[in-house]
């Protein structure tokens, strides 16, 4: 069956730290990539995407992700996480352009 | 970028009540606007899809007698929760959409957070 896995459903990091989110997911062709994250009181908010090309994508507040298709995931990076990114992060595909599927996300706790 | 509203943010009320939410899209004119569910600690799932004048298409298992969605004008869409029971209690989130109408456009709202008692 099709799906998006994240297999974290809650990580812990100290400030300063990095970061690494885990996205797989089950399709028959490559999909597009989404990531997106989600703060209380606050819409979802695109930090990257992936269609098509360079595989490491750059995103908005430090964030990249790598697509592996040997691998079928994306993965979410940050060299140095602050406090701020505390939130719940969803990775998302999409496998035409009108409907995106989501994974369970994958809640980040940041302790000073 | 883009700013999509929700109203209310939060909204209670009695079992076989009906509840409506807003949701719009501020700074742009959304062709195509999309309704999720989110239940706690799972992912969202995408409800319908609708276009500005057009009927919404649901998505399979989603019933569109209950969930009705109205899509009158490019920044306006409604989603009534008819005969609410409490098993439609859920935070439910609107997307919008510009002009390419499509999943690299969207734009999502805070979400409304629906109890039913």
């Known amino acids: 069956a099709q799906s998006v896995t994240q297999p974290d459903i809650h990580i812990t990091v100290s400030e300063g730290a990095s970061l690494e989110l885990r996205c797989n997911y089950s399709?028959?062709?490559?999909?597009?990539l989404f990531w997106y994250v989600q703060s209380p009181g606050q819409g979802l908010q695109l930090l990257l995407k992936?269609?098509?090309?360079?595989?490491l994508v750059q995103g908005i507040k430090g964030f990249e992700a790598e697509f592996k298709r040997s691998q079928s995931s994306f993965n979410l990076r940050k060299p140095s996480v602050h406090w701020s990114d505390a939130a719940e992060y969803f990775c998302?595909?999409?496998?035409?352009?009108?409907?995106?599927?989501f994974g369970t996300g994958t809640r980040l706790q940041v302790f000073p | 970028g883009a700013v999509v509203s929700q109203h209310p943010s939060r909204v209670i009320c009695k079992s076989g009540t009906s509840v409506k939410i807003e949701c719009r899209s501020l700074?742009?004119?959304?062709?195509?606007m999309f309704w999720y569910r989110q239940f706690p600690k799972q992912s969202l799932m995408l409800m319908a899809t609708s276009n500005e004048g057009s009927k919404a298409t649901y998505e399979q298992g989603v019933e569109k007698d209950k969930f009705l969605i109205n899509h009158a004008s490019l920044t306006l869409s409604t989603l009534t929760v008819t005969s609410a029971h409490p098993e439609d209690s859920s935070f439910y989130i609107c997307?919008?959409?510009?002009?390419?109408?499509?999943?690299?456009?969207?734009?999502f709202g805070p979400g409304t957070r629906l109890t039913v008692l």
């Open positions: 399709y028959g062709a490559t999909p597009y």
């Open positions: 700074d742009f004119q959304a062709t195509t």
């Open positions: 998302a595909v999409a496998l035409n352009t009108d409907k995106l599927i």
């Open positions: 997307s919008a959409s510009g002009s390419s109408g499509g999943v690299d456009t969207q734009y």
């Open positions: 992936y269609f098509s090309g360079d595989t």
